[in-house]
Antibody, heavy 120, light 107 residues
Framework: EVQVLESGGGLVQPGGSLRLSCAAS????????MTWVRQAPGEGLEWVSA????????YYADSVKGRFTITRDNSKNTLHLQMNSLRAEDTAVYYC?????????????WGQGTPVTVSS | ETVLTQSPGTLSLSPGERATLSCRAS??????LAWYRQKPGQAPRLLIY???SRATGIPDRFSGSGSGTDFTLTITRLEPEDSAVFYC?????????FGPGTKVDIQ
């Protein structure tokens, strides 16, 4: 059974940093792209970042480029999102999701999300 | 950046009726268009990819069509569980944007 489980969310002050993790199981992790998608309270889905199966190619939304870094550890079946210089507008539930193929950036399995609150 | 526009914003229908949801892209995304359903308090679920292919386990009540810039998600025989927000997403080029969503209320 495919599972993705996010962790690492919490309360952080503006300007602070947070590292999200996503533990994956039930599939050959290195063969699939992975992504982070966020949802601010009462708002729609916002794509944040994605990474290819090998980790060699990364993509970012303009709103997080230069502040967030996506990485993956294929030996540990884990995806990370390092978030620096956090702003109030980064407050959201962050979802980890599995790409349907190594180079496909639509997402067939989603975690339940981890909440991030940026506030003083 | 490819901007996706969804219409209508909200759709109020009765069980058994048919829903037609629209997604329009600001530039061509070929057939690289997916649809998701998000029920309240839950994570999104993939319904359609490649504009018209149903994801695993999705009933044939759900169908997608379109290519280029204009896409449609049709849901026949609406069920109470279809009360949700439906999002389209393009994956033709980064950033892989989502539309703002269409809320479907089943009354």
């Amino acid at each position: 059974e495919v599972q993705v489980l996010e962790s690492g969310g919490g309360l952080v002050q503006p300007g602070g940093s947070l590292r999200l993790s996503c533990a994956a199981s039930g599939f050959t992790f290195s063969s699939y792209a992975m992504t982070w998608v966020r949802q601010a309270p009462g708002e729609g889905l916002e794509w944040v970042s994605a990474i290819s199966g090998s980790g060699g190619t990364t993509y970012y939304a303009d709103s997080v480029k230069g502040r967030f870094t996506i990485t993956r550890d294929n030996s540990k079946n884990t995806l990370h999102l390092q978030m620096n210089s956090l702003r109030a507008e980064d407050t959201a539930v962050y979802y980890c999701a599995k790409g349907a193929q190594e180079w496909s950036y639509y997402f067939d399995y989603w975690g339940q999300g981890t909440p991030v609150t940026v506030s003083s | 950046e490819t901007v996706l526009t969804q219409s209508p914003g909200t759709l109020s229908l009765s069980p058994g009726e048919r829903a037609t949801l629209s997604c329009r892209a600001s530039q061509s995304v070929s057939s690289y268009l997916a649809w998701y359903r998000q029920k309240p308090g839950q994570a999104p679920r993939l319904l359609i990819y490649g504009a018209s292919s149903r994801a695993t386990g999705i009933p044939d009540r759900f169908s997608g069509s379109g290519s280029g810039t204009d896409f449609t998600l049709t849901i026949t025989r609406l069920e109470p569980e279809d009360s949700a927000v439906f999002y389209c997403q393009q994956y033709g080029r980064s950033p892989f944007t989502f539309g703002p969503g269409t809320k479907v209320d089943i009354q």
